[in-house]
């Protein structure tokens, strides 16, 4: 994503978010200027992916700051009621934590807070892409690399550069990248919409795919690695990320080829033992139904993310290095 474009900004008095609604049709802007209407574009999807939402949690802090003016009480409920708008995404509860000790010392604070974490997620970022293509070209040898990805984690999902498209991105900056295959992930597009739109400004060559392609795509060769993103990575190593993404780990173990998790420290909940303590957003019925698409009055079970085991998990890379989780070094071990 080019430096001129942010996903999140604090303008001096809201919090300017680049509407991932909108894309990739139009660039457009919405300037979130209270709790509320925070808490309603994480709801959306507005600004989302798990650093990106660590970043719009901790500005949120100073508009429920603002605007509580001075009533403690009040100001905990705002701040709370941001934690709380998405809950797989540990990075959003995490970037509201990490600012509220600030709030004694007024709005300046926290916003210089939110601010330093934002230029923190970029410096990870980069990070982890020399990390990750570091780890992944020392397997491929010289051939161009197939990537598979699933969602969208790229500059769109953080503050900017991403983390399984920071990967990509370093791959292709070292003239590496044979073909990366997105997942067009279902119900919301975040693949086709999102991935889609950042590879090609990145003029990185791509192929946008139905998500149950992915499984075929995988065993029959096209793909030397799949790197994709994580919401909430569990002590033992179990990763939540966007639904469908554990059907691409499991088709990774099969071909026997391997699942590269790429995501900051941030993303590591070292309090949640193993995945399934991890919760899991069930989104509205309605994302996966209507007309032309199922028949009236069907219902519909639509859960945001899934659970990869550890086990499934070949290197998970972050800013301060590697981890091979599946030969048994997880988060809980490294620290
Ligand atoms: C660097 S983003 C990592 C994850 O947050 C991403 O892969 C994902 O699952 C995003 O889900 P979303 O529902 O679009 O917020």
């Not at 509201?96 to 974490?117: I, K």
């Not at 179990?238 to 998790?261: E, F, M, R, Y």
């Amino acid at each position: 994503m080019p430096e001129d474009l942010r996903t999140v900004e604090w303008t001096g008095s809201a919090l300017r978010l680049l509407d991932q609604t909108a894309l990739p049709d139009r660039v457009a802007y919405l300037d979130a200027g209270t709790v509320d209407a925070l808490v309603d574009a994480v709801r959306r999807l507005v600004v989302r992916g798990a650093p990106a939402l660590g970043v719009a949690g901790a500005f949120g802090v100073a508009l429920a700051l603002r605007e509580a003016g001075g009533d403690r009480a009040a100001f905990e409920a705002g701040a709370a009621r941001v934690r709380a708008a998405r809950p797989t995404a540990v990075n959003l509860a995490a970037g509201v934590d990490r600012v509220l000790p600030l709030a004694a010392e007024g709005e300046d604070a926290v916003v210089a807070a939110a601010q330093a974490l934002l230029e923190e997620d970029v410096r990870g970022n980069r990070a982890i892409g020399a990390f990750g293509a570091d780890w992944i070209l020392a397997r491929t040898g010289d051939r161009p690399v197939r990537v598979l990805t699933h969602c969208n984690a790229g500059a769109l999902a953080t503050a900017g550069w991403g983390t399984a498209l920071g990967v990509v991105r370093e791959l292709h900056a070292r003239a590496r990248v044979g073909m990366v295959y997105a997942d067009e992930t279902r119900p919301l597009l975040q693949g086709s919409r999102l991935t889609a739109w950042e590879l090609q400004r990145a003029g990185v060559p791509f192929r946008v795919q139905a998500d149950s392609a992915a499984a075929g795509t995988i065993m029959g060769g096209l793909v030397d690695v799949a790197v994709i993103g994580a919401d909430r990575i569990a002590a033992n190593g179990d990763t939540a990320n966007k639904v469908g993404s554990l059907g691409v780990a499991l088709a990774c173990a099969a071909a026997g080829i391997p699942l590269v998790v790429a995501a900051p420290w941030s993303t590591v909940d070292l309090a949640t033992p193993g995945g399934d303590g991890i919760p899991i957003e069930l989104r509205a019925e309605e994302e996966l139904l209507g007309p032309g698409v199922a028949p009236a009055g069907a219902r519909a079970h639509n859960p945001a993310f899934d659970v990869t085991p550890a086990r499934l998990v070949s290197a998970l890379v972050t800013e301060s290095g590697v981890l091979e989780v599946s030969a048994g070094t997880t988060p809980a071990r490294a620290r």
